[in-house]
């Protein structure tokens, strides 16, 4: 049989690879991002109980609806702002199927899906199975910092949708007030679909507050937010997120959400509802993680890599150039056969894999990992 590719560019993800190469090479694995200790087991009882009070069934289409009332009350408390829970708040199997319906659902042949490199690698890959085509803006390391300029001349009549992300993966770069403003000021007047991809949204440092599409007012009226439980609870393997937007574009949402998944996971909605009664689970996230931000770096200060401390999420990228002039994933590929130690080179996410000599580590792992870490980048 012959077929041709929808998708020809696409092969094995980078973190499949690097992953594949970490265990096999018995090397510590800062390369995929997930969280390398355990949910909370308060959490873990809650989804037990559910599934013993017999959540096991399908839950509505949109979500157990304690939850999505539980998601409300949390916009509402940290950023002074409404959803409706019953039009506006849909869950889902993870932020991933969030953005990949969000794209289906609104995105079409010949249109333009504007985004940001380096990028998360689920965006693309949607975009292009619509027949739309992705227009990337590349942002430069040390700081990647939006051009929004180079923004403007970019939008016309065939954009169809921006799609943001902050704190950002893999750059660990936040967008700021002005930047949201600059956002919310291009994307008046036009038809333009904001898609704000947030999960890192309680993973952000050094008292910064995190400027969600929902506080400036015409961008909410034209964005969907996605958020993931994984990457807040420490339960990446559940895969199960939200997003939201105002009714119309929620309609829309939910008209392919239905005959996609149809509805999620019933029992962990039911615990995480339980769970999320409790603001302090979320509200601490950011120093839990600016500790071991703040120690990893502390321990590799007098290395020859260079960097500047991630401002949110938990990736940091280390800039190897004075090191070796290598690409940056022979690079990688080295340190984790010869030195035992796997992390992601940023090429893969960036336009035409420009490489800046820079890569990056995942630092949600346990202190004993970050400082056997630590050691192996202080040899190099
Ligand atoms: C920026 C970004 N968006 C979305 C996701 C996917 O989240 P989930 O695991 O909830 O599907 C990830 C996961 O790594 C991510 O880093």
């Not at 308060?42 to 013993?52: N, P, S, Y």
């Not at 949201?180 to 440092?205: C, G, K, P, R």
């Amino acid at each position: 049989m012959q077929h041709t590719s929808k998708l020809p560019n696409v092969g094995t993800t980078i973190f499949s690879v690097m992953s594949a190469l970490a265990n096999q090479h018995n090397a510590i694995n800062l390369s995929q991002g997930f969280p390398g200790f355990s949910s909370d087991k308060k959490l873990m009882d809650l989804v037990t109980k559910a599934m013993h009070s017999g959540y096991n069934q399908y839950a509505p289409m949109p979500g157990n609806m304690e939850l999505r009332q539980r998601i409300a009350n949390k916009f509402d408390f940290l950023y002074g702002t409404s959803y409706n829970p019953e039009t506006e708040i849909t869950v889902t199997a993870g932020a991933t199927q969030a953005i990949f319906t969000i794209i289906s659902a609104f995105v079409r042949q010949e249109d333009e899906v504007i985004i940001f490199k380096p990028a998360y690698d689920c965006y693309q890959p949607a975009i292009e199975l619509q027949g739309a085509k992705t227009i990337s803006i590349q942002l430069n390391a040390p700081n990647y910092k939006v051009d929004w300029n180079a923004v403007k001349q970019k939008i016309n009549r065939k954009t169809k949708m921006i799609i943001i992300n902050t704190p950002q993966n893999p750059s660990g770069s936040v967008f700021s007030e002005a930047d949201m403003l600059q956002l919310q000021a291009l994307t008046e007047n036009t038809n333009i679909i904001v898609l704000s991809d947030e999960v890192y949204e309680h993973i952000i440092f050094d008292g910064k507050k995190h400027q969600s599409a929902c506080l400036f007012s015409d961008l909410k009226a034209r964005s969907f937010i996605t958020a993931s439980f994984g990457k807040t609870f420490h339960n990446t393997g559940w895969k199960i997120g939200y997003c939201c937007a105002p009714k119309e574009l929620m309609e829309e949402f939910r008209k392919v959400h239905q005959f996609n998944v149809f509805s999620v996971n019933h029992p962990m909605q039911k615990g995480l509802a339980d769970y999320l009664k409790e603001p302090s689970h979320y509200l601490e996230l950011s120093g839990f993680y600016q500790e071991k931000r703040d120690l990893f770096l502390s321990w590799i200060k007098d290395s020859r890599f260079q960097f500047n401390a991630a401002k949110g999420t938990y990736f940091q990228v280390l800039d190897f150039s004075e090191i070796t002039q290598e690409y940056d994933v022979d690079f990688a590929k080295r340190l984790t056969i010869e030195n035992g130690l796997a992390s992601i080179p940023l090429s893969v996410f960036n336009d035409n894999h420009k490489d800046d000599k820079v890569l990056r580590f995942c630092f949600a792992k346990t202190e004993d990992t970050l400082k056997r870490a630590a050691e192996i980048l202080n040899k190099i």
